[in-house]
């Protein structure tokens, strides 16, 4: 009987067929789709901040179709196909669960924590094979900077290169915003950038000590921002009025109304 992941990966096979497929699949590449792939991750992710379980299904399935895409192209190349994908993910998972699928011990959930990354770390030796290794080794340069920064940070911290409480790191914002300050009257551009760097890396570093996460937290607040000035657009067009035909002041009083709106919702 033909499974539903079959049928997918039959209509992948057909949209790559060269003499009947789509043309805008057989132009793809792996290049081309990565992008692609990490959209559909992001809409993932919020999906499930949305609490939109109908909506995190498609997305799945969405995000499920850029890997079908990448192991077709991979096969048409003789590279591997989808079923190596499958098989190799399959044996990381036994791998790194010995306590599941051995006879390893493993009793709490920090206890696995530890586990997994000490598995991980021989797996990062044995490819490293000749060459020093790093705790940062693995460390993925194409991820979100947010995201990197923070997983740099961990690895650091798994070494004891840590702040021992958050406190210290607030005190590590001051200092990076008052740099900032002191480079604003320069205004050098270069130097402008590493100090908002720092800042930055700062505030990932704060919010990973109080378990937060730094991308989602952005994305929220970013999505906070969002919904209030929309509100503010809409008390201009109740006016008559354009965002581009209002004064700053304007704008930043309707913005303190919505702020005070939505503190009064909150009780």
Not at 53 to 82: C, I
Not at 121 to 139: C, I, N
Not at 207 to 236: H, N, P, S, W
Request: hydrophobic share 40%.
């Amino acid at each position: 009987m033909t499974t539903p992941l079959d049928r997918l990966l039959a209509i992948m096979a057909t949209l790559r067929d060269p003499a009947r497929g789509c043309p805008w699949d057989l132009e793809q590449t792996f290049a081309t789709i990565a992008p692609h792939t990490i959209e559909e991750a992001y809409e993932v992710a919020e999906a499930i901040e949305q609490g939109d379980l109908t909506a995190l299904k498609d997305e799945l399935g969405d995000l499920l179709f850029q890997v079908v895409f990448y192991a077709r192209m991979a096969d048409e190349r003789g590279l591997f196909d989808f079923q190596d994908v499958a098989r190799g993910i399959a044996d990381k998972m036994e791998r790194r669960h010995p306590h599941v699928f051995g006879d390893a011990n493993v009793a709490t959930a920090e206890a696995q924590t530890v586990a997994w990354e000490a598995t991980k770390e021989r797996e990062r030796q044995a490819k490293a094979g000749d060459q020093p290794p790093s705790v940062l080794d693995g460390v993925s340069t194409a991820l979100p900077a947010l995201t990197r920064a923070a997983k740099v940070q961990g690895r650091a911290a798994r070494v004891g290169f840590d702040w021992p409480e958050a406190a210290p790191v607030v005190d590590k914002i001051r200092e990076e915003a008052a740099e900032i300050e002191a480079e604003l009257a320069g205004a050098d551009p270069a130097r402008l950038d590493e100090e908002i760097g720092d800042l930055l890396f700062s505030c990932v570093n704060l919010a990973r000590k109080l378990k937060i996460d730094g991308e989602g937290a952005l994305r929220r607040a970013t999505r906070k921002f969002e919904g209030r000035f929309r509100r503010v657009e809409q008390a201009l067009t109740a006016r008559g009025r354009t965002p581009h035909e209002a004064s700053l002041a304007e704008m930043d009083a309707l913005w303190e109304r919505v702020k005070r709106e939505d503190a009064a919702d909150k009780g």
